[in-house]
């Protein structure tokens, strides 16, 4: 029961036998319940990073087990697994190497070869092939038989050829109705045997063989149409045994033995009933039953049974869902749903060309403009992911004629969405804005949460490309509200640290720094490098900022050991210019200068000039001793501004510029960029520039007075209020020149 599994976790979390991340991972894998904050730290992972905290989970409370107490482990039948399951018993084989664990294992000969890889791992095994039995062993059995005779004991030994279960069950046949009639083939044998029960004896049985090698009792009864029922008799009879709170055959061949008795009409009955009681209980359980019967519910109990998996995150799972569901569909509705959820998994795992004709099969048999909508969407989304966005426009302008006039808001809302998307890394952000706009007012007249948080992050990308800090703020703080609200933790993920990053320019100092680690530690937790790194970045812009250069090294230097993990070489001169500014405030100006020309070199090998190029190239100016180097610097960053370049290149790249200007004594020229900052910020102003434009001039007016003085004292008070502590020296070195000068 869901709460027993959640008292269950939170004991193993008090008593510090599983962490944060153990503990939700545990509740998943029980089927419990997940609070909405676990939800979306979940719904955030990547398939690589759910995969190793569910493993990690695994080998943790093995680990806590083991140290209550050595542990064995028991696992039957084995030639009955599947893949996933011998990963499992891998992870246990190889504990047994260092903890006091033993794995004792059975399975048939056809499932050994596979077992024995699995056991691989383990510290050391001992394998133990069961032959028949020998002639002296099953005389030995049978003479303890309740005293047979010895012919009885000689026909039932030669009879059962070394079979234990065959012997067992001839011996007890043999005393029930004599040598003469003992029948050949244990099916036979357990034949005779159910026919001498009683009919509601009987019928309990056959409702529980149907039900499978282990059932729950009161399922067999309801199935069987019994309310009271003593199990005692079949127990007795050494037909079934109970264990640990459930039921189960005695042998599995003695199940398979009266499944095989069961009338084919009787069996199709007792199949429909099985999938009655599972009926939102158990979806995967009800859709095998349904198959069974070979009944027309099956496949939309399949697609049931796969969107719950993709629910839990088994994709593996959903996917052969899926096919089973294509093997019973019988109308076109049904198999392209099936198609398409079919589509979507092959298409999250990698295989692009066969997630398109999965689509493609699904677009041909549909019979309505959603489902041809649907199927067409899923290969524009194939697209995406190959870079082939001239041919999605195109199919996105086909979708648009079919689900406009229909008023398809949910479609209308992906196809905006896609465009905006791709108008993005084009520089379109006009069309990006007007694309996403579309997208949100669709997804909101549908009322369609994730939908309009998917177009809340395309709309605070795009504000924030074009340098609108404080409506991108409120995009992305409606987006992320959404998330919170609805556990949408992979949008989630990728956006908390653009919040972090607005927040710099509306001077929200603290803030921002409280965000950007908040949006590492979710990233980190959830095993999302790419938001990580981006989220140490901006952790260590703001600690810059805030004169804190060694917290900023820390942050900085986290977010290389990623990037370089993971091979994500662009982000590489980002962070080295971060490092560059540390190394200026820690009185390494030779360094700094190193550091930065390293850092524009790569953005000049990687192509990254409209992106970062005028940052990094400020940052080279600031930190040069080169006066021609700081002037060639800063002429051909305005060149890239005026040509187009994402917005946070204008901010950061003037600011640097100001401040290498000023310290060469340029203040015509530092001035000149201070009009150029407040020009691009016209439309919509910003505290940080403009305190920054503020700074600047009055650091360059000429007048020494107290006028100038009080204007500066004010602007340090308001350096210290927003924590913009690394602008306050150069203030400080104004007030010294003016008390100076009056001295």
Not at 479 to 493: D, Q, R, Y
Not at 621 to 649: F, Q, W, Y
Not at 659 to 675: E, M, P, Q, V
Request: glycine fraction near 6%; proline fraction near 3%; charged fraction near 25%.
């Amino acid at each position: 029961a869901p709460s027993a599994i959640d008292e269950l976790v939170q004991r193993r979390l008090a008593d510090g036998g599983l962490d944060e991340t153990g503990g939700i991972f545990l509740s998943l894998m029980l089927g419990g319940r997940l609070s909405r904050a676990a939800t979306a730290i979940i719904d955030g992972m990547s398939d690589a990073a759910r995969a190793e905290a569910e493993r990690e989970t695994f080998l943790q409370v093995l680990a806590e087990a083991a140290k209550r107490s050595p542990q064995l482990i028991i696992l039957e039948d084995l030639h009955w697994g599947d893949q996933g399951l011998f990963d499992y018993i891998a992870l246990i084989a190889e504990t047994t190497a260092r903890l006091p664990i033993t794995l004792l294992v059975t399975t048939r000969p056809e499932g050994a070869d596979a077992l024995s890889e699995a056991l691989a791992a383990a510290g050391s095994t001992h394998r133990i092939d069961l032959g028949p039995l020998a002639a002296e062993d099953a005389l030995a059995i049978a003479a303890s038989s309740q005293q047979p005779s010895e012919e009885t004991i000689a026909l039932c030994v030669e009879r059962a050829q070394g079979n234990p279960l065959f012997l067992e069950q001839l011996l007890r046949h043999a005393r029930d109705e004599g040598v003469s009639k003992i029948p050949g083939s244990i099916q036979s044998l357990v034949q005779a045997r159910v026919d001498r029960l009683a009919p509601k004896d009987r019928s309990v049985l056959e409702a529980a063989a149907v039900l499978g090698q282990r059932f729950a009792l009161p399922a067999a009864l309801k199935m069987a149409g019994f309310e009271i029922y003593d199990e005692q008799v079949l127990v007795d009879a050494k037909l079934i045994r109970r264990e640990r709170g459930r039921v189960l055959f005695e042998h599995a061949l003695i199940r398979d033995a009266i499944l095989a008795t069961i009338l084919r009409g009787k069996l199709k009955a007792l199949h429909l009933a099985a999938a009655s009681w599972y009926d939102g209980e158990d979806d995967l359980l009800r859709a095998e039953h349904l198959a069974a019967a070979q009944d027309p519910k099956a496949a939309a109990a399949f697609l049931a049974a796969a969107r719950a998996a993709r629910k839990a995150y088994r994709k593996d799972a959903v996917l052969a869902l899926a096919n089973r569901g294509l093997e019973q569909s019988t109308t076109p509705e049904e198999k392209g749903a099936l198609l398409c959820l079919r589509g979507e998994m092959l298409r999250e795992t990698g295989q692009s060309d066969a997630s398109i004709k999965a689509y493609e099969e699904a677009e041909a048999i549909a019979e309505t403009e959603v489902a041809r909508c649907r199927a067409q969407l899923g290969i524009v989304a194939v697209m995406r992911i190959q870079d082939r966005i001239d041919a999605a426009f195109d199919l996105l302008d086909d979708i648009e004629t079919i689900a406009a006039p229909a008023a398809l808001d949910r479609e209308l809302s992906e196809i905006h969405y896609f465009r905006g998307s791709f108008h993005f890394p084009r520089g379109n952000l006009d069309g990006c804005l007007q694309e996403h706009g579309k997208a949100l007012e669709h997804a909101r007249r549908a009322n369609l949460p994730w939908h309009q948080a998917q177009a809340l992050s395309g709309l605070g990308d795009a504000h924030y490309a074009s340098g609108r800090m404080i409506t991108a703020h409120s995009a992305i703080e409606d987006c992320l509200a959404l998330c919170e609200a609805h556990g949408f933790g992979a949008i989630e993920s990728s956006n908390r640290f653009m919040l972090a990053t607005v927040l710099i320019y509306m001077n929200e100092t603290e803030r921002a720094l409280d965000e950007a680690l908040k949006s590492a530690d979710l990233a980190a937790k959830i095993g999302n490098a790419r938001p990580e790194i981006v989220s140490r970045l901006t952790a260590g812009w703001v600690l810059i900022s805030m004169s804190r250069p060694a917290e900023a090294r820390r942050q900085i230097e986290i977010g290389l050991d990623l990037a370089k993990q993971i091979g994500a070489g662009r982000f590489e001169p980002f962070l080295e210019e971060s490092l560059a500014q540390v190394k200026l405030q820690d009185g390494d100006p030779e360094g700094a200068a190193r550091t930065a020309s390293t850092a524009l070199k790569k953005v000049r090998e990687m192509g990254l000039e409209t992106f970062i190029g005028p940052w990094v190239m400020g940052t080279v100016a600031l930190t040069t001793p080169s006066s021609t180097t700081r002037d060639a610097m800063i002429a051909e960053g305005l060149a890239l501004l005026d040509k187009g370049c994402v917005g946070h290149n204008y901010f950061r790249f003037l600011l640097s510029g100001m401040d290498a200007l000023l310290s060469a004594g340029d203040t015509d020229g530092a001035c000149t960029l201070a009009d150029r900052l407040e020009t691009y910020t016209a439309k919509e102003p910003l505290p940080w520039s403009d305190f920054y434009v503020k700074r600047t001039r009055l650091i360059a007016a000429a007048d020494l007075g107290d006028r100038k003085r009080a204007a500066l004292q004010h602007l340090r008070q308001q350096a210290q209020t927003a924590k913009l502590l690394s602008s306050i020296p150069a203030i400080d070195q104004q007030l010294a020149q003016i008390t100076e000068g009056m001295t």
